[in-house]
C-alpha cells in the first residue's frame, strides 16, 4: 500500500476534479509485479491503468491480489466502472487503503467485489490514503474546495519584502512553497500583490505537472490590475480570473473543478480569507535560521480526520 501511495502522491495535483489514487498488483508470493496511478481526470483510474500495464505485458493471469488507495468506483462516468474490469480480470483479492468518502457511492465497489467472491481487506494505511484524498474528501463532504492560505513573515512579523525584493524566504521554504502550488488547481492573489510585484505564480523550484493549467484569481473590486499582466499570466500557462467578492471566488473556483486553492496574497486579502472562515489550512513561514513552517487547521471545519500535529512534509508526502 506504500507503494500505491508513494506512486499516486506524485500525481497529486495533477487529477482534479478526481483524486490521486495509486495502485499495485502483486503475484502469488506478494511480489510487485506492476504500479499504476490515476494521472488526470479522463484518463484510466489507476485499477484499470494497472490492468492495462499487465495486460500488455501478458501478466494478467499472475495477479493475485490488487492493491489500491482508494475503493474501486462500481459506477460509469468518464470510464467504465473498475470494480467490473477488476471481477473480469479473475483477480483474488484485492486490498483498499481508503473508502470512497462520497456519501452516494461509499461501499459502492468494495460491495460488489465481495458479492463477486472477491476477498477485501479494508483499512490498510487508511490514515495516509486519507490524508492523500484531503482535499477531494473535504468537497465530497461540504461542497468547497480545500482552501490553504499560506503565508510568509520575516523577523519582526511583516509579510511586505525588503525594497527590490519579491521574497525573503530561504530556498529551502521556497522549494516547500512552490510544493503547495504544484499540488494547488487555483491560485487566488489580491490586486495589492499584483500591483506591487507582478508574480508570476508559476511552479519553479520543483518540476511541474506537464500541461497543468490553473486558474489565478485575482481579488480586484476597483479595476486595477493592468492588461498587460493578465497577458503575462496567460503567457505563463495560467488562467487569470477576476473576482470581486471572496464567497463568490472560492465558491467559482470549486464550480469550475479546483480541489485544492492556494492563497498567496498580501495582509489585507489573507486577513480577509481568514476572517471569513472559509479557510481549512494555514501554511506560516517564519524568516529565521532555519526558517520555521507552522501549520494550522481551521478548528470550524471538519475535514473528516484527525490531521493535527502533522507536519507540512507529511502533508505533500
Ligand atoms: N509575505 C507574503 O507571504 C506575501 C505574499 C503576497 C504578497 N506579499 C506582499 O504583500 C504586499 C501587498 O499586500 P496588500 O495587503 O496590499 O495586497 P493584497 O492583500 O494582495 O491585495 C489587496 C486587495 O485585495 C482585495 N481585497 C482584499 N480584501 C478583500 C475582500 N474582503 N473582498 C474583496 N476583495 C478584497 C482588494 O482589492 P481592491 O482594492 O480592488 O478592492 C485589496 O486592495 C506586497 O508588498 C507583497 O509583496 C507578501
Given at each position: ?9 506524485v ?11 495509486g ?16 494521472q488526470r ?8 491503468a ?23 468506483c ?61 482535499p ?14 499560506k ?15 519579491k ?14 502550488r ?8 489580491g490586486?495589492?500583490t ?12 520543483v ?43 472560492l ?18 486579502l489573507c ?5 471569513s ?8 513561514i ?32
Amino acid at each position: 500500500m506504500r507503494r500505491a501511495i508513494v506512486e499516486a502522491a506524485v500525481w497529486a495535483g495533477a487529477t482534479a476534479p478526481n483524486p490521486p489514487v495509486g495502485a499495485v498488483a502483486l503475484d502469488k508470493t506478494g511480489n510487485v509485479i506492476a504500479v499504476a496511478a490515476h494521472q488526470r481526470a479522463g484518463r484510466a483510474h489507476a485499477e484499470a491503468a494497472l490492468l492495462d500495464i499487465c495486460r500488455a505485458q501478458n501478466i494478467l493471469g499472475d495477479i493475485d491480489t490488487l492493491c489500491v488507495t482508494l475503493e474501486p468506483c462500481n459506477h460509469t462516468g468518464r470510464t467504465p466502472p473498475c470494480s467490473e474490469a477488476i471481477i473480469a480480470a479473475g483477480i483474488r483479492r484485492v486490498v483498499i487503503g481508503a473508502n470512497d468518502p462520497n456519501p452516494h457511492v461509499a461501499g459502492g465497489g468494495a460491495a460488489r467485489l465481495r458479492q463477486a467472491g472477491i476477498e477485501i481487506v479494508e483499512g490498510v494505511e487508511n490514515e495516509l490514503c486519507r490524508r492523500l484524498i484531503a482535499p477531494f474528501a473535504f468537497y465530497a463532504a461540504t461542497g468547497r474546495a480545500f482552501v490553504v492560505v499560506k503565508r510568509a513573515f520575516d523577523e519582526t512579523g511583516s509579510m511586505i519584502p525588503p525594497v527590490g525584493q519579491k521574497v525573503f524566504a530561504s530556498p529551502e521554504s521556497l522549494v516547500a512553497a512552490h510544493r503547495l502550488r504544484r499540488k494547488a488547481d487555483a491560485i487566488v492573489t489580491g490586486s495589492g500583490t499584483v500591483l506591487a510585484d507582478a508574480p508570476l505564480f508559476t511552479v519553479r523550484h520543483v518540476a511541474d505537472h506537464a500541461g497543468k493549467r490553473r486558474v489565478l484569481a485575482i481579488l480586484d473590486r476597483r479595476g486595477r490590475v493592468p492588461q498587460s499582466y493578465l497577458q503575462q499570466a496567460r503567457d505563463s500557462g495560467l488562467e487569470p480570473v477576476i473576482y470581486t467578492d471572496i464567497d463568490f471566488c472560492l465558491r467559482n473556483l470549486a464550480a469550475r473543478g479546483a480541489r485544492d486553492i492556494l492563497v498567496e496574497a498580501g495582509a489585507c486579502l489573507c486577513d480577509a480569507i481568514l476572517a471569513s472562515g472559509q479557510w481549512v489550512m494555514r501554511v506560516d513561514i517564519h524568516k529565521g535560521t532555519p526558517d520555521r513552517i507552522h501549520v494550522a487547521f481551521n478548528p470550524n471545519q471538519n475535514i473528516g480526520f484527525d490531521i493535527r500535529g502533522v507536519g507540512l512534509s507529511e502533508l505533500l508526502f
